[in-house]
């Protein structure tokens, strides 16, 4: 045991600057992947955190007569529910109508909803919110307001601002909703802004302004003592109870009975959807948050796995040829009389520093980087955001890193360990002693030495104490090229689909409308008829229905003018009633194909009739049901829905503009038209979640090529130090510094051209292949995008980063002494 120990640490202290260099590279790879594992936790854990911090209410109780013009009966009985034993607080909250004068808004006015509590202490009903900026309203003041994001960044909004607001009436309830030039006839009040807040529901970014999907529209939360100075004739959205349960969601049956008898069998009692009260959208929302958060903390474990992969290919091989270049001693050692057990002994004891080290560098790289996560929509619902140590990955991630390092070195040493011990000096590990075809033709075609032994360093592994594994190398700069190369084929085809709404299901310019009647979607069609620029529009309506038992949203689309072509990749639309047309992921699932038929249904038990599927489409509802994804839903011709229930109206036009027309013109008008509901092309939250981890597949290049610069690194530094003698003899035989820095430095260009030729067709290859396997995962038009500057800018860039790296080994190769080296050598 002495003697391995003195073996391994005479090695340590002659070698303290090869093993910094690979302790840092394990360290960095390690910390890397322990980061990606611990910001999954993390983003997995923030909104749950979240809802558990805001959410103060467990049920709402809600009254058939909670818009009459007089006060709601709840008032009366608030008290007598607080009484409950199951109850642990009550309150009442509306929502009222207010309007602002908007120079943004075509009407010149907009109105905005304000949450009201009504009662002492019913602010918190609303939640508990995160205040990012100022503080929250004193609830005995009436002017004093709280508002969302969203809305203080519409309406440019700042803490200590002051906003002047009318309140519509009851009587004026009716003409108050969307965009209205209808000024307000009720109180006006001047509101002072004390602080911005933050709601789970305010998570997801406003895209529309359509009230049957769920978008952040933008909120403010008023005091009770605005209800106590401006009410009660306030216009209002109903009077909802708001009621704590003692014992949380276990006390809802008995509350349901208990409230029942004492206003009466009418009255409602639904339970809250956690972080979601009051949203004028109902539920849904928290769980599309849970969707997108999902995703995200999936694609860092996703990163982890292959960071680590990479990490254990490209640091794994630099490990073992760090064996394999100090095994040149074995013979000596064993010679001397250490055994093979001795010598891998002596392998682990340096591996063992090493993989220390890595893990201490590990460690402190995820705790730097933790201040990055969580990513995404969960970042918004950090409550503690800034550095976190989370001991549950790190500790068990150390021991990790410290056992693969030793792993990746065991193997290496112990077939080093196996050369045999013949006389001194005569039995060594050797490497093949082939010539390089390649060499031999550039040296008869008259290249210049420099280039020649250059070259031939790089691609000849040597034999003997000069052989270098440099096929390793190579393979680590290819697989850094490949992975760039990949990422940039996948970010090229990401930023293409947001670009192009066809491939996204959105064949149309521009939707209209949100009609509620026959009467009102023909009122409509009339005004678009009329509208020059409208070149053609379709109407369409959603809704759930089943299809073989499954559940699946259908839209029904109804062709009104001219031809507003859909995005079909297989087979045609649906132009009669009996058939159907899926999406891609819907139509696996059902485990159909085109030709085949379903069984549709309104409900289960009820009659069914069989469609034919004839084609398979991208598949876009617009801003009318996010529950039709690129990939998901079903299109029937609006015959279909008018047999199930003949009022059936249309909900919304999509809209083709005439491209000869002004656009601009053309959509300002559609806004005078349908004010509020004009939407221009917008992305499925499913690409909008890709988006935001689209940056992942960059990163981990970033990554492999980090990891690569130090396998390259310590392949020209080893190469440079293992064949000095060479180095020496060339400078004995004429050579000049710079002569033997440039032969360093062909060594290096080579390395890098390998690698393009090899890296540059894979990571295009596998790029493709990614980007077609997300893509019909998602359901858009599979389009990989190969961008010709890109692969242009990474072939330099190696090069360039190549002849970098060969700076200092050139440097310190030019300057050897060749007396001093042929004579120790």
């Known amino acids: 045991m002495s003697a391995v120990w003195l073996r391994a640490t005479a090695q340590l202290r002659g070698r303290v600057g090869a093993t910094v260099l690979l302790a840092v590279l394990v360290g960095l790879a390690g910390g890397m992947v322990l980061a990606a594992v611990a910001g999954a936790r993390r983003t997995d854990a923030a909104l749950p955190r979240f809802i558990a911090y805001d959410?103060?209410?467990?049920?709402?109780?809600?009254?058939?007569?909670?818009?009459?013009?007089?006060?709601?009966?709840?008032?009366?009985?608030?008290?007598?529910?607080?009484?409950?034993?199951?109850?642990?607080?009550?309150?009442?909250?509306?929502?009222?109508?207010?309007?602002?004068?908007?120079?943004?808004?075509?009407?010149?006015?907009?109105?905005?909803?304000?949450?009201?509590?009504?009662?002492?202490?019913?602010?918190?009903?609303?939640?508990?919110?995160?205040?990012?900026?100022?503080?929250?309203?004193?609830?005995?003041?009436?002017?004093?307001?709280?508002?969302?994001?969203?809305l203080a960044a519409r309406r440019y909004l700042r803490v200590n601002s002051m906003w002047p607001v009318g309140a519509y009436t009851m009587a004026q309830l009716g003409q108050a909703g969307g965009e209205t030039s209808t000024a307000p006839t009720g109180p006006?009040?001047?509101?002072?802004?004390?602080?911005?807040?933050?709601?789970?529901?305010?998570?997801?970014?406003?895209?529309?302004?359509?009230?049957?999907?769920?978008?952040?529209?933008?909120?403010?939360?008023?005091?009770?003592?605005?209800?106590?100075?401006?009410?009660?004739?306030?216009?209002?959205?109903?009077?909802?109870?708001?009621?704590a349960l003692h014992r949380g969601p276990t006390d809802l049956p008995r509350l349901a009975t208990d409230v029942r008898r004492l206003l009466g069998p009418q009255t409602q009692v639904a339970p809250v959807e956690p972080g979601a009260f009051f949203t004028p959208t109902g539920g849904g929302v928290v769980p599309g948050l849970r969707r997108a958060i999902r995703l995200e903390s999936g694609a860092l474990l996703a990163f982890a796995v292959l960071a680590a992969i990479a990490a254990l290919l490209l640091v794994g091989q630099t490990l073992g040829r760090q064996v394999f270049l100090e095994s040149v001693e074995h013979p000596t050692l064993r010679a001397l009389g250490m055994t093979g057990g001795q010598l891998v002994?002596?392998?682990?004891?340096?591996?063992?520093?090493?993989?220390?080290?890595?893990?201490?560098?590990?460690?402190?790289?995820?705790?730097?980087?933790?201040?990055?996560?969580?990513?995404?929509?969960?970042?918004?619902?950090?409550?503690?955001?800034?550095?976190?140590v989370d001991?549950?990955?790190?500790?068990?991630?150390?021991?990790?890193?410290?056992?693969?390092?030793?792993?990746?070195?065991?193997?290496?040493?112990w077939r080093a360990s196996r050369t045999p011990a013949t006389a001194l000096g005569v039995a060594e590990p050797v490497g093949t002693g082939r010539p390089s075809r390649l060499v031999g033709a550039l040296a008869r075609a008259g290249f210049p030495p420099t280039a020649v032994i250059g070259l031939r360093l790089a691609l000849e592994p040597g034999r003997g104490r000069t052989a270098v594994p440099v096929r390793s190398a190579i393979a680590g700069a290819a697989a850094a090229v490949c992975a760039l190369t990949a990422a940039g084929v996948f970010g090229a085809s990401l930023t293409r689909l947001d670009a192009t709404p066809r491939a996204y299901g959105w064949t149309w310019d521009v939707s209209v409308g949100n009609f509620a009647s026959v009467s009102e979607a023909r009122r409509a069609a009339m005004t678009l008829d009329a509208t020059r620029g409208v070149d053609g529009y379709l109407g369409a309506v959603t809704g759930e229905l089943l299809l073989d038992g499954r559940r699946v949203q259908v839209m029904a689309i109804e062709r009104a003018k001219g031809s507003v072509p859909l995005e079909v990749l297989e087979g045609r639309e649906p132009i009669r009633a009996g058939e159907i047309t899926l999406g891609t992921n819907t139509l696996r699932t059902l485990g159909k194909h085109v030709g085949d038929t379903v069984a549709m249904a309104v409900d289960a038990g009820q009659p069914s009739r069989r469609l034919r599927v004839v084609g398979r489409m991208?598949?876009?509802?617009?801003?009318?049901?996010?529950?039709?994804?690129?990939?998901?839903?079903?299109?029937?011709?609006?015959?279909?829905?008018?047999?199930?229930?003949?009022?059936t109206a249309v909900q919304v036009f999509l809209v083709r503009l005439d491209p000869a027309v002004d656009r601009g013109r053309t959509v300002d008008g559609l806004r005078r038209a349908f004010p509020g509901t004009v939407v221009r092309p917008l992305a499925h939250p499913d690409i909008s979640d890709l988006q935001r981890v689209g940056y992942l597949p960059g990163l981990l290049a970033a990554l492999v090529v980090l990891l690569a610069?130090?396998?390259?690194?310590?392949?020209?530094?080893?190469?440079?130090?293992?064949?000095?003698?060479?180095?020496?003899?060339?400078?004995?035989?004429?050579?000049?510094?710079?002569?033997?820095?440039?032969?360093?430095?062909w060594q290096a260009t080579a390395f890098a051209t390998a690698a393009v030729l090899v890296g540059l067709p894979l990571g295009v290859a596998v790029g493709r292949w990614a980007w077609q396997l997300v893509a019909v995962?998602?359901?858009?038009?599979?389009?990989?995008?190969?961008?010709p500057l890109g692969v242009l800018a990474i072939a330099g860039g190696a090069l360039l980063a190549a002849n970098l790296i060969a700076a200092m080994p050139g440097w310190v190769a030019g300057r050897l002494l060749p007396a001093l080296v042929l004579r120790s050598e």
Not at 94 to 117: H, K, V
Not at 197 to 226: F, S
Not at 723 to 743: E, H, M, N, P, Y
């Open 345 to 388: 002994g002596v392998a682990l004891v340096r591996a063992a520093a090493i993989g220390l080290g890595g893990a201490a560098v590990a460690v402190t790289t995820a705790v730097s980087l933790s201040p990055f996560t969580p990513i995404g929509l969960a970042r918004r619902a950090d409550l503690h955001p800034g550095i976190s």
């Open 188 to 243: 006006t009040a001047n509101l002072r802004i004390v602080g911005i807040v933050r709601h789970p529901i305010d998570l997801l970014p406003a895209v529309t302004g359509q009230d049957n999907l769920y978008v952040n529209h933008g909120d403010l939360y008023l005091t009770p003592a605005y209800w106590h100075r401006y009410g009660p004739d306030l216009a209002r959205y109903g009077v909802v109870m708001a009621v």
């Open 709 to 745: 610069l130090g396998t390259v690194t310590h392949a020209l530094v080893s190469s440079t130090r293992r064949r000095r003698r060479d180095l020496a003899i060339l400078k004995t035989l004429g050579f000049l510094r710079r002569q033997v820095s440039a032969t360093v430095a």
């Open 618 to 647: 991208v598949l876009s509802a617009g801003p009318l049901d996010t529950a039709i994804a690129p990939g998901k839903g079903a299109v029937v011709d609006f015959e279909v829905f008018r047999r199930l229930a003949p009022e």
């Open 55 to 150: 959410n103060t209410v467990d049920a709402e109780v809600v009254s058939d007569v909670g818009t009459q013009p007089r006060l709601d009966p709840l008032g009366r009985e608030v008290r007598a529910v607080a009484a409950l034993p199951e109850v642990a607080a009550a309150t009442r909250a509306t929502a009222i109508i207010l309007s602002s004068p908007d120079p943004a808004s075509p009407s010149g006015r907009r109105r905005d909803l304000g949450y009201l509590p009504l009662d002492s202490g019913g602010s918190r009903m609303f939640g508990r919110p995160m205040v990012v900026a100022g503080r929250l309203a004193d609830e005995r003041r009436a002017e004093e307001v709280v508002v969302d994001e969203e």
């Open 777 to 787: 995962q998602l359901g858009v038009v599979p389009e990989p995008i190969v961008p």
């Open 391 to 413: 001991l549950a990955v790190l500790a068990p991630g150390a021991l990790a890193v410290v056992a693969l390092v030793a792993v990746c070195v065991a193997g290496p040493a």
